[in-house]
């Protein structure tokens, strides 16, 4: 580490909460505003110390909390960022071990920050917390597996009891969903030295059997003859210097020597090579390597073989590379003396969101795996394909060219009925939007917009207007003990939040009272922003008694001090995010630097009676445009199925 940290403008803009602008400004106009001490003239590098002492004293220095504290001094000072947070990480598990390790090569305030932090929520959460910053930080560089992607692919490998390896594991995003899934030892391979020592904390953190090594898992295989019951992984694509040279005649090409274009290929059959048979592997693949010619003898022989189970379309955006509609891959090791399965399953998920897609992915492959045989079909979506269909000249195996685009052709007697009820709804749907457009006018503040005092979210918790809950980082995963009489508990996710729908998650993952229970007038934000997405939610009649999900912040507010409407709606003030938000690929929100107006609770009530209108509108217009969709895709199937004949009406006086 470097003895004197330093940042950069835009580390500066971030620890003050403003634009680089500002910074710019700043230094242009104040003399004694600190002089760069390296970096270049087009990116000075500035004393962190020095920056923290000019802000202080011009009172531009926002409350920092303990981990930023930290995190800015780590970032700041180290060269090899991953480096360091594993020698905290390695300080943290001997601490969490009942040990009393040193925290060499540090400096003082890192030490103290650490040690209070430690004092505070104890070593395992402060990992947990440094582990969280550096995949932010690293999250477009090192293209780290994002969690909802994760959980689909172990949901699809039914890792539950199981062991799990992942050959690229990179910072363990696909382990650490195998862990919260309930598997049994977690095995996992990463080229990058200080990498796979933070995945190694991880789990160890989390005393979960299994083992870690560095290296290349295809030239350098460090597991051996290990078999386990899953392979999950997002293995890297297109690094056609994969060693196809020394390898040619290495036993895990089963069905086939890859080619040196190929290099997935490599990996689903290394993947292959560690299963159990009967077992499961689960590989992100590129779309290409569907369809690339010089693939097309591996794909038949995996077809063949019965080892190629599913292939699955994701939405663009699902992974890096972003703009990519990636392929999941399913496989299965053929136990000797099995028959070969005469159907794959095929599934297009390009269209919707990821979390839409995830759910019917897992439903359609489960209903899939206990019918294998029936032509089961979800138009439009998923299909189970013949085997022999796909060997053809290509053996091309993306979804979109065989999984049909619409539904059978209803009667016409059913495609009438169901036009009809969408469009009465659709009215229905369209005068109460107009009803509560029509509602009385919004008075202007006066010539000039109104201004006030305001507190930040960490002065309110300090003053005990607010109370802030978060679910920690899960671990080893439970199974709830409910009475099947009793209603199951559903989890509120960031994407229930994001698509202001109910809690859809499984609220089966943590035992009893070990969960955080949402209270009717509970203020949610999500902890990661999404362009476009709803970004503060009060928690109604549907979601009380449910369980908050990850990713999540739940504000609980005094009811004698502060409303929740007006409290959601001024959270989520574009203006108000941007401020408090941090990084770039992946855009977190700071919560606790968000500002809420100190208004009298009357008036507080009068603003929130004004946001929960606005609420109502908004859901208005969203279901008088879902419906407005269906009513024209039914109409439109119709027509062009033959169910229906154009309305009569004269077409010159149309």
Known sequence: MQETPTV??????????????????????????????????????????????????????????????????????????????????????????????????????????????????????????????????????????????????????????????????????????????????????????????????????????????????????????????????????????????????????????????????????HSLAHLRPGGTAVILMPPSAASRRAGRRIRTELLRGGALRAVIALPARAAAPHGVPLHLWVLRRPAPDASPPAQVLLADGTDGDLGAVCARVLKAYRAFTETPESPAEEPGFARAVPVIELLDEEVDLSPARHVRTAPAAAKPEQQVATASALRSRMRQAVADLTALSDGESWPPAGAEPRSWRSATVADLLRGGALTLQRVAAAGRGTTSDRAENEAPIRTLTAQDVAASRSASGAGDERAPGEGIEIREGDVILPEVLHGGARAARVADARDAGQLLGRNLFLLRPDPERLDPWFLAGFLAAEDN??????????????????????????????????????????????????????????????????????????????
């Open 577 to 654: 995010l941007n401020a408090a938000a941090t990084g770039t690929s992946v855009v977190r929100l700071d919560v606790r630097r968000l500002r809420v107006p100190l208004l009298p609770l009357h008036e507080q009530r009068r603003y929130g009676t004004a946001f929960r209108q606005l609420q109502a509108l908004r859901a208005a217009a969203d279901l008088t445009s879902r419906l407005a969709e269906e009513t024209v895709r039914a109409l439109g199937s119709g027509l062009t199925g033959g169910a229906l004949l154009p309305p009569d009406v004269d077409p010159a006086g149309s």
């Open 8 to 269: 950069t403008a835009a580390d500066i803009a971030r620890l003050a909460g403003v634009g680089r602008a500002a910074v710019s400004n700043w230094r242009k106009r104040h003399a004694d505003f600190p002089a760069p001490v390296g970096g270049t003239a087009a990116s000075p590098e500035f004393a962190l110390g020095d920056v923290e002492g000019w802000l202080r004293d011009q009172g531009k220095l926002p409350e920092v909390s303990t981990e930023d504290r930290l995190w800015s001094h780590l970032s700041a000072a180290s060269d090899h960022l991953a480096a360091t947070v594993g020698e905290v990480g390695a300080y943290l598990l001997s601490r969490k071990r009942g040990e009393s390790p040193s925290l060499p090569d540090v400096d003082a305030t890192v030490r103290q920050a650490v040690a209070d932090l430690v004092d505070r929520q104890g070593p395992q959460a402060t990992f947990d917390e440094l582990w969280r910053r550096f995949i932010d930080r690293e999250a477009r560089r090192i293209g780290a597996t994002p969690d909802e992607l994760a959980d689909l692919m172990v949901g699809l490998a039914d890792v539950a009891g199981g062991s799990v390896l992942d050959p690229a594991c990179g910072t363990g995003g696909v382990l650490r969903a195998a862990v919260r899934a309930g598997c049994s030892a977690a095995y996992g391979q990463e080229i990058d030295e200080h990498t796979g020592r933070l995945i190694a904390l991880w789990l160890a953190m989390r005393d979960v059997p299994g083992d870690i090594h560095v290296g290349d898992s295809l030239r350098a295989d460090a597991f051996g003859d290990l078999t386990v019951d899953a392979v999950v992984s997002n293995p890297p694509f297109g690094d056609t210097n994969w060693g196809q040279e020394e390898l040619g005649y290495d036993p895990r090409w089963e069905y086939g020597t890859p080619p040196r274009t190929e290099p997935e290929l490599a990996w689903v059959q």
